[in-house]
């Protein structure tokens, strides 16, 4: 009986002939059908993945129509040519005082209430944007509006801002703003506080400099003078904060909620950010949830497709300034709007101008965050930019 022949030969013994190159051939044959059909499952798996990912922050989306109970004929539009003009978008803060979390100066029972409304500016040429602060204490004539219940609510002879929120949400928000200043709020958003607490957690917390000690039971903050990087829970403190940082008036907080605001857009256009994918999409699920706009936006696609009018707009192009103001003569602790600068503010929106440098005085940018990004310098501009920062409770 013959031996078998060695490893790798044929029949004859010689080990360079065909069997060894069928070997190798089966086995290349082999991997490239395993890593053909990894890469198959692989794509199908990221496929499904941008699928179901896309639904579930679509279905976070709370879209609204509040075309009815906004009402017609309140402003007359200011024509803009084809293809495209400013786009106006009108930001409310929600505070259910009812919602765990939602409690602002320990106040309770008492609905929805709205504490901040902001004016977003997007300029027709896309190169700038302004955010514009409403003081929620400032006098103003509200006219007619619905009620949450949709029956008809009277004007009053004059009336505090965020009443209007009070009794009519974002709908009587929007009459009130277009009557006022002749604006058309192009879209609107109403951000509920306690999905911002979500937000601000999914990115890891930001960035906030005090400019002294702040030991206050009421706005439940207790830290040391200087940076912070705040949670969610301190981040909402801080924005409520009027007790104990600057001078304890609704103007002060405004002031540091634009700041924290600017902070949290550069945390989250920062490269660091956006090459986190995971921390990314714990922000957007917690921001999607935290939001009621209206249908002109109620989808990731028209949300992603507003974003993309922004892409040429750098950080230090996003002014936060505050509509002009004094104190109101009738009452101390209520403001109204100064002319004739607030109607300058207002009419240079409306026509989409550049605001003049008067306006942008004391104005904050989402690049150069007080006592975050920028030191000041020691120029005369500067100084009193300083301390104006310090008297509304930022730092220098």
């Not at 059908?33 to 990221?46: D, E, H, N, Y």
């Not at 969610?232 to 008036?249: F, I």
């Not at 750098?314 to 600068?341: K, Y």
């Not at 020691?378 to 930019?385: D, L, P, R, S, V």
Request: some cysteine; glycine content about 10%.
């Amino acid at each position: 009986m013959s031996a078998l022949p060695p490893d790798g030969a044929d029949e004859t013994g010689d080990p360079s002939a065909g069997g060894k190159r069928k070997g190798r051939g089966k086995v290349r044959h082999t991997v490239a059908k395993v890593v053909t059909a990894t890469l198959v499952v692989i794509a199908l798996v990221t496929g499904l993945t941008v699928v179901f990912l896309y639904r579930h922050l679509n279905h976070n989306l709370d879209a609204e129509d509040l075309g009815n109970a906004i009402g017609q004929g309140v402003v007359d539009k200011h024509k803009w040519p084809a293809p495209s003009g400013p786009i106006n978008i009108l930001v409310m803060g929600s505070d259910n005082r009812d919602a765990p979390g939602d409690h602002v100066d320990n106040l309770t029972g008492i609905g929805q209430r709205s504490d901040t409304t902001i004016l977003l500016h997007l300029s027709a040429d896309r190169t700038r944007a302004y955010g514009v602060s409403i003081p929620r204490d400032s006098i103003v004539d509200r006219p007619a509006c619905l009620d949450n219940n949709g029956k008809p609510i009277s004007a009053p002879a004059t009336d505090m801002w965020n009443n209007a929120f009070n009794i009519g949400g974002p709908a009587c928000t929007i009459r009130q703003f277009e009557s006022l200043t002749h604006i058309t709020v192009d879209h609107w958003i109403v951000v509920d506080f306690a999905g911002f607490k979500s937000m601000v957690d999914a990115l890891g917390g930001v960035e906030v400099c005090l400019p002294h000690e702040v030991n206050d039971p009421i706005g439940h903050i207790t830290l040391p003078a200087g940076t912070h990087k705040f949670t969610g829970t301190q981040a909402l403190d801080y924005v409520r904060e009027r007790h104990d940082l600057g001078n304890g008036s609704d103007i002060g907080r405004m002031k540091r909620q634009q700041a924290f605001v600017a902070s949290m857009a550069h945390q989250v256009l920062n490269a660091d950010m956006l090459a986190k994918p995971f921390s990314l999409l714990r922000f957007l699920d917690a921001a999607t949830k935290s939001i009621h706009l209206d249908e002109g936006i109620g989808s990731l696609k028209k949300l992603a497709g507003l974003g993309f009018k922004f892409r040429h707009i750098g950080l230090n192009h996003i002014q936060f300034v505050t509509t002009p103001w004094g104190e109101d003569p009738s009452d101390p602790n209520r403001v109204v709007w100064q002319e004739p600068a607030a109607n300058q503010l207002w009419n240079d929106i409306r026509l989409d101008k550049p605001l003049p440098r008067s306006l942008l005085s004391g104005s904050l940018n989402a690049h150069q965050i007080p006592g975050v990004s920028k030191k000041p310098k020691n120029g005369q501009q500067e100084q009193a930019q300083a301390s104006e920062n310090l008297a509304n409770g930022l730092c220098a």
